[in-house]
């Protein structure tokens, strides 16, 4: 049972990022997945939250029409498609699976000049 994360590296203000979360190890379809960060001296914070059935849940202030969610249960994948980046934005971003309290490895994302 794990997940994998992917797809984040350095990018300029105002850029953009896809990140990749695959699953495997147990029925994807059937839960619900979240996406977090943690920026250096800082708490770990949801960025954003997504149902199994594809409704967005929640998701930080910060991130509202700039970040989206979207899932792929035949590929077994979750995406955070992330626009506009600011430097606030970086931090190592992890995938989540609530429920069974399992996370990702985690990805670096740096946004930066």
């Known amino acids: 049972v794990q997940l994998v994360e992917s797809g984040g590296g350095l990018v300029q203000p105002g850029g953009s990022l896809r990140l990749s979360c695959a699953g495997s190890?147990?029925?994807?379809?059937?839960?619900?997945m979240s996406w977090h960060r943690q920026a250096p001296g800082k708490e770990r914070e949801l960025v954003i939250g997504f149902t199994s059935d594809g409704v967005t849940i929640n998701y930080a202030d910060s991130v509202k029409g700039r970040f989206t969610i979207s899932r792929d249960n035949a590929k077994n994948t979750v995406y955070l498609q992330m626009n506009s980046l600011k430097p606030e934005d970086t931090a190592v971003y992890y995938c989540?699976?609530?429920?069974?309290?399992?996370w990702g490895q985690g990805t670096q994302v740096t946004v930066s000049s």
């Open positions: 989540k699976v609530p429920v069974l309290r399992l």
């Open positions: 190890g147990f029925t994807f379809s059937s839960y619900s």
